[in-house]
């Protein structure tokens, strides 16, 4: 392919990737050297009438996978809405499905509990492309593990809880059923840093343990430093689980308050190595770790 065609079908990527992908219009890559003619005014008609509608307060976002797959959730547009962070996709969710993508012989085959899941993007990444054995969503408000649960549904799956109803759909639908008897079994479970046991924790028997953007605010991370200890001192067939934390560093204090925080209770951590291929649309220059706790 000519570089000038090879470079106008990765534009309609782009273009592809954040339509479907709900990304605001200034984000799209307009202005672009290889667009040598003006857009029809029709278009721009068109473009003003858009932002002239009213906004609803939720839509369907599509992050296309690797497979060719993809994942489709019902968000909030606002990022903070019914007073929580939970009912979008951050960047630090992309960046660890990215990530686990890349590294999915991690999560082949284990039992993997997400803490403060959302709704749902890491974990339904993870499910559709690492072959989990079983995967336990997680969270502690009724607005996001409703739309969670939802989500979950919108991408083909069935959660443990339903299968009492799973065998009547599988009578009804043969497709249902060869999805789900492959697929891991999914839990979204209300999971509270501040009020779950450890009793609760050890009984999950996880593999792997993993979070992305829960180290935001100084006032959170006290009980989630206590449930990360809890977590590491548990056994799964005799071994704890690893556990990673991605984060996007927005404030240098609350990302060293959590440093230290888990030395004190004895957790130290190395930063993992960042991923080499870019799947989803984020903001590339905000600064996203990953740790991986050592107890
Ligand atoms: C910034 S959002 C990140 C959501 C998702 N992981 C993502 O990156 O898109 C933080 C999440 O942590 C959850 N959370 C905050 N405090 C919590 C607590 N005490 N127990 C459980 N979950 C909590 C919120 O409900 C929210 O879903």
């Given at each position: 392919?000519?570089?000038?065609?090879?470079?106008?079908?990765h534009?309609?990527?782009?273009?592809?990737?954040?339509?479907?992908?709900?990304?605001?219009?200034?984000?799209?890559?307009?202005?672009?050297?290889?667009?040598?003619?003006?857009?029809?005014?029709?278009?721009?008609?068109?473009?003003?009438?858009i932002?002239?509608k009213?906004?609803?307060?939720?839509?369907?976002?599509?992050y296309?996978?690797?497979?060719?797959?993809?994942?489709?959730?019902?968000?909030?547009?606002?990022?903070?809405?019914?007073?929580?962070t939970?009912?979008?996709?951050?960047?630090?969710?992309?960046?660890?499905?990215?990530?686990?993508?890349?590294?999915?012989?991690?999560?082949?085959?284990?039992?993997?509990?997400?803490?403060?899941?959302?709704?749902?993007?890491?974990?339904?990444?993870?499910?559709?492309?690492?072959?989990?054995?079983?995967y336990?969503?997680?969270?502690?408000?009724?607005?996001?593990?409703?739309?969670?649960?939802?989500?979950?549904?919108?991408?083909?799956?069935?959660?443990?809880?339903?299968?009492?109803?799973?065998?009547?759909?599988?009578?009804?639908?043969?497709r249902?059923?060869?999805?789900?008897?492959?697929?891991?079994?999914?839990?979204?479970?209300?999971?509270?840093?501040?009020?779950?046991?450890?009793?609760?924790?050890?009984?999950?028997?996880?593999?792997?343990?993993?979070?992305?953007?829960?180290?935001?605010?100084?006032?959170?991370?006290?009980?989630?430093?206590?449930?990360?200890?809890?977590?590491?001192?548990?056994?799964?067939?005799?071994?704890?689980?690893?556990?990673?934390?991605?984060?996007?560093?927005?404030?240098?204090?609350?990302?060293?308050?959590?440093?230290?925080?888990?030395?004190?209770?004895?957790?130290?951590?190395?930063?993992?190595?960042?991923?080499?291929?870019?799947?989803?649309?984020?903001?590339?220059?905000?600064?996203?770790?990953?740790?991986?706790?050592?107890?």
């Amino acid at each position: 392919m000519d570089p000038a065609a090879e470079e106008a079908r990765h534009l309609g990527l782009r273009f592809q990737q954040g339509f479907l992908a709900g990304r605001r219009l200034s984000a799209f890559p307009w202005a672009h050297e290889s667009i040598a003619t003006e857009p029809l005014d029709e278009l721009y008609d068109v473009l003003a009438d858009i932002l002239n509608k009213e906004e609803s307060t939720t839509c369907y976002k599509s992050y296309l996978l690797p497979t060719g797959d993809s994942v489709t959730l019902s968000e909030t547009v606002a990022i903070i809405s019914q007073g929580t962070t939970g009912l979008v996709t951050w960047d630090a969710a992309l960046y660890l499905a990215e990530w686990a993508i890349e590294n999915s012989a991690i999560f082949s085959n284990r039992t993997i509990l997400e803490l403060g899941s959302g709704i749902g993007l890491t974990g339904i990444a993870i499910c559709k492309t690492c072959n989990p054995k079983a995967y336990v969503f997680s969270d502690y408000h009724h607005c996001v593990l409703e739309q969670l649960r939802e989500n979950i549904h919108l991408n083909g799956f069935v959660l443990e809880s339903e299968t009492g109803n799973h065998t009547k759909m599988q009578s009804q639908n043969q497709r249902t059923e060869v999805m789900d008897l492959q697929g891991p079994k999914i839990t979204a479970a209300e999971l509270d840093w501040d009020s779950v046991t450890k009793e609760q924790l050890s009984q999950l028997q996880v593999d792997v343990v993993i979070a992305a953007d829960v180290v935001y605010d100084p006032q959170i991370t006290s009980s989630l430093i206590s449930v990360l200890q809890q977590l590491s001192a548990s056994k799964t067939a005799g071994k704890p689980p690893e556990i990673y934390i991605a984060f996007t560093v927005r404030n240098p204090d609350t990302y060293h308050l959590f440093q230290t925080e888990l030395g004190k209770v004895g957790i130290g951590w190395q930063v993992v190595p960042t991923h080499t291929k870019n799947l989803f649309l984020y903001d590339l220059h905000s600064n996203i770790t990953l740790l991986k706790l050592l107890a």
